[in-house]
């Protein structure tokens, strides 16, 4: 059971992202790490803390839907279908992306990824914020998923985050699903919390 968010905690985290730190925080499928999109040195650390191939970019959090108009040129049609039936939640969606975003959030490939979280502590995070923040999960690359903020402090113990915001174990399940809207027919990039089937019976 996700405990209620603490607001002062909440708030504290807040604080750091929107001085360009880093903090770590718990979603509902692992922990994660986040930084605001506007602090270009804030999103390359990431990739110095986990140790992140350069090429992937990271995935970001909003806290409506009404943010995507800073961050995309368009919603395709098959986007709006997914985003009514699975946000918020564990489904992170590649679109179209507006052009000079930071690089960490494209790295080349001209999309962004994109979700709605439904936990509490993430959403009320972002939305703390204020802005769009990175959700990239709180590991060394190609390392296990952190469950817990003690897992968080023991595996980034070289490059740690600025601040760990203990909201408690999360659910342990799979990451989000990540599907490619901007081809037709969409493509499921990474199978995550989200089974395949419901993807298909959405978007068929």
């Not at 509902?28 to 986040?34: A, I, Q």
């Not at 009514?84 to 992306?97: D, I, M, N, Q």
């Not at 052009?99 to 994109?114: E, I, R, S």
């Amino acid at each position: 059971m996700v405990p209620p968010p603490d607001r002062l905690l909440i708030q504290r985290a807040a604080d750091i992202v929107r001085k360009g730190g880093v903090v770590a925080f718990p979603t509902e499928t692992s922990y994660g790490l986040g930084a605001s999109i506007k602090h270009i040195d804030a999103l390359e650390r990431i990739y110095i803390i986990k140790k992140r191939p350069r090429h992937k970019p990271l995935l970001i959090l909003i806290s409506n839907i009404s943010d995507l108009i800073h961050l995309v040129n368009q919603v395709p049609p098959a986007a709006v279908t997914l985003i009514e039936r699975f946000w918020p939640g564990p489904l992170t969606l590649l679109l179209p992306a507006k052009p000079n975003l930071p690089w960490p959030l494209c790295a080349n490939t001209d999309k962004v990824g994109v979700r709605i979280s439904s936990h509490s502590w993430a959403h009320s995070l972002v939305t703390t914020l204020g802005n769009p923040m990175t959700a990239t999960s709180a590991n060394l690359s190609k390392y296990p998923a952190t469950y817990k903020a003690e897992e968080v402090a023991d595996q980034l113990l070289s490059f740690p985050p600025d601040y760990i915001l203990d909201g408690g174990p999360t659910s342990g399940e799979a990451p989000s699903t990540i599907i490619d809207v901007c081809t037709d027919p969409i493509k499921i990039i990474r199978e995550g919390a989200i089974n395949p089937k419901d993807i298909r019976s959405v978007s068929a």
